[in-house]
């Protein structure tokens, strides 16, 4: 997947450092850069769309709440 590439992800928000991380169901992580808050999803499931901007790093335009199903 080159830099670049856009990207819709679905997994479980981890704090880990200066970057949290999206956990998704094969058990990647992708380091993401958020510029809106999302310690409130902290430890659930969400729904990301982003930019890949380097190896595993995200530029996130939109986070929210996964619905069930």
């Known amino acids: 997947m ?3 590439t856009r990207h819709e992800l ?3 928000l981890l704090e880990n450092g200066l970057y949290p991380v999206l956990r998704v ?4 992580e992708w380091r993401l850069d958020l510029r809106s808050s ?3 999803l902290l430890g659930l499931r969400v729904r990301i769309r982003g930019v890949r901007s380097d190896f595993d790093m995200l530029d996130v335009e ?4 996964a619905t069930a199903g």
């Open 2 to 4: 080159p830099r670049g």
């Open 38 to 40: 999302y310690r409130h």
């Open 25 to 28: 169901s094969d058990g990647g």
């Open 10 to 12: 679905t997994g479980i």
């Open 62 to 65: 939109s986070i929210e709440a």
